[in-house]
């Protein structure tokens, strides 16, 4: 018998997050973000779904996850590189390919020009509007326009920037940089982006020509403050064990690493198989919510590396053997996140490779295997 700590990703949930999507985007098009091994989910499985689903473009962070796609028998859907490339090496697959680099600095676009792709591929310019991070400012994307239009090794041109507030609406910053996006591309004739999931849910004016969803799609709320359940969506991804013992606690009793937590009354403690070393995060401090058998208990005690330990002294009726859900169905990943003092993102991305993955089928994804050995 295996090791019970799993990771199920229900296919379901994952098309009709992808429905709000598509609802909220209009007229826009679909750049579906699967970046991070589609942000923990599985970057070959998730992709076929949202190309299935009717994704305009694909989105990931490099030629390396690009290539899975295409491997993977992902041909026909556009596969954009958000930070572009790495190396001049990595323009002679654009073309093949059908790979849309990102251009957000003067020394990739020399690079691009040096050592163009074999025959025209789209392009998308960055522009940096207020965050700071990647990006050219107004004089080198006004640069980038004069050196890229009508380049022989360019097809179309397009302009994206990035939101850096837009998780928090009542934020200024994200109407400055979308005054800043619009003055500095308005009249271009060029198909702009801006808007992630956070702006394409609450900020309209932001959707042009193309939306840019990630974490919306796997069920994760973008929006500080609003949990998924209110916006509609629904987790894709469920992490789960068992419960592998149970034990009986004096008053006085500690468990744990470091004696860390002691028993304040007669305490009954389940140990669950699920761990740091699984994703769990280590620093999840007592009484993060856990559920087992639907009933919520708390953490007690610390995180091991392929342990926790539960009080369940309030659930009387658990047994050994009995399911346990770290996130996912029933308890959502933002809860244990901000339990835990940081974000949905990096819980979802942070599960290792060891805990085994089951798919939840629909009937449009009967090629989908059912388990596969990496999240």
């Known amino acids: 018998m295996s090791r019970p700590a799993q990771v199920r990703i229900d296919f379901e949930a994952l098309r009709h997050n992808f ?36 994704a305009d473009a694909l989105g990931v962070a490099s030629i390396e996850e690009a290539a899975r796609l295409r491997e993977a028998g992902i041909r026909d859907v556009p596969v954009v590189l958000l930070e572009g490339c790495f190396s001049p090496e990595e323009h002679a697959l ?25 025959a025209p591929v789209p392009v ?27 380049h022989p090794a360019v097809a179309r041109l397009r302009v994206l920037s990035h939101l850096c507030c837009a998780d928090e609406p009542e934020r200024p910053e994200t109407a400055r940089q979308l005054a800043r996006f619009e003055a500095l591309t308005e009249g271009l004739g060029l198909e702009r982006s801006l808007a992630n999931s956070a702006a394409l849910l ?14 919306l799609l796997y069920g994760g709320s973008p929006l500080v403050g609003a949990s998924a359940a209110s916006l509609g969506l629904r987790p894709v991804m469920t992490l789960e064990s068992r419960l592998i013992a149970i034990r009986d606690l004096a008053p006085g009793e500690p468990v744990g690493y470091g004696a860390a937590w002691r028993a304040e009354r007669p305490s009954r403690i389940g140990v669950a198989a699920i761990g740091y070393g699984d994703g769990y995060p280590r620093h999840a401090p007592e009484a993060t919510p ?48 901000q339990q835990a003092g940081t974000i949905n993102y990096e819980l979802l991305c942070g599960v290792a490779s060891r805990v085994a ?18 999240p």
């Open 202 to 215: 609450c900020c309209p004016e932001a959707r042009h020509d193309w939306v840019r969803p990630g974490i």
């Open 94 to 118: 654009l073309a093949r390919h059908r790979f849309e680099p990102v251009i957000h600095s003067l020394a990739q676009l020399e690079a691009f020009l040096a050592s163009p792709p074999e």
């Open 19 to 54: 429905r709000i999507a598509r609802d909220r985007a209009g007229d826009s098009r679909v750049l579906a973000v699967v970046k991070a091994n589609a942000y923990g989910h599985g970057l070959e499985a998730v992709a076929g779904v949202l190309a299935s689903a009717g």
């Open 124 to 150: 998308w310019i960055k522009l940096d509007t207020g965050m700071h991070r990647l990006g050219l400012d107004p004089e080198a994307f006004r640069h980038a326009l004069d050196r890229l239009q009508g």
């Open 290 to 337: 856990v559920l087992v058998e639907g009933v919520r208990v708390p953490l007690v005690g610390r995180v091991s590396m392929d342990m926790i330990t539960l009080d369940l002294t309030r659930h009387p009726g658990a047994r050994t053997g009995d399911r346990v859900v770290l996130w996912g169905e029933g308890l959502p990943v933002e809860e244990v996140a």
């Open 357 to 374: 993955v089951r798919h939840e089928c629909g009937e449009a994804d009967g090629d989908v295997p059912a388990v596969v050995s990496t």
